[in-house]
Structures are given as structure tokens and as C-alpha cells.
């Protein structure tokens, strides 16, 4: 199990704490593997952009138009947390029905 975030993410901690066999991969340092992030496109598309996020704030009109793609391999920091991989599965977000999903409670 892997779970793609961010170090100083409050959620990731979390998620990270209620996961502890899970490696963690931060994605300012080590990105999120090509793989995965096709994957992860495919799946969750627009949902995979966090748009409350101080990064987005402060993209222009015409960047945040622009491909979800494009955006995430500029600004990775812009993923929405964590992206959790296992079992081939992938998981977006650390909310109940993701926790349920991975036997958490």
C-alpha cells in the first residue's frame, strides 16, 4: 500500500497514522509515478485537482483551465490528499467511505 501526499498535510498525517504499514510518498519530493497518475486521471479526472487549495487560489483564470494532466505534473502540490494505492485499488481522499473501503475505522 502506498499513500501519495504531502508531509505537512494534516489529513495525510492522519490517513498515515491509522495506516502505518502504508509507505508514504510525498509528492513535492518524489512526484507520483506516471502509472499511477494515469491511473488516478482516468479514475477521478477534475476531482483529482484540489481547488481549495492555496496553489489553486493563486492560478490565473486561464491556467486553471487548463488539462487536469497538465496541471498536476506543474503543480503537484495542487493533487488533492492523500491518493491511496492498494491492492491495484486507488482511493481519493481519507473520508469514511475510503476508510470503510480500507478496513479502517
Not at 4 to 30: H, I, M, N, Q, Y
Not at 55 to 69: F, V
Not at 84 to 93: M, S
Request: with cysteine.
Amino acid at each position: 500500500m502506498r499513500l501519495f501526499g504531502l508531509k505537512t498535510c494534516d489529513t495525510c498525517r492522519k490517513a498515515l497514522k491509522s495506516l502505518p504499514d502504508a509507505e508514504f510518498v510525498d509528492v513535492r519530493a518524489d512526484g507520483v509515478p506516471s502509472d499511477v497518475m494515469d491511473r488516478a486521471l482516468a479514475r477521478f479526472d477534475a476531482a483529482l485537482v484540489n481547488t481549495r487549495s492555496t496553489t489553486w487560489r493563486g492560478l490565473s483564470e486561464a491556467e486553471r483551465g487548463r488539462p487536469s494532466a497538465e496541471l498536476l505534473a506543474e503543480h503537484p502540490t495542487l493533487m488533492k490528499r492523500p491518493l491511496i494505492e492498494a491492492d491495484g485499488e486507488l482511493y481519493l481522499g481519507w473520508d469514511a467511505k475510503t476508510r470503510a473501503a480500507l478496513g479502517v475505522s
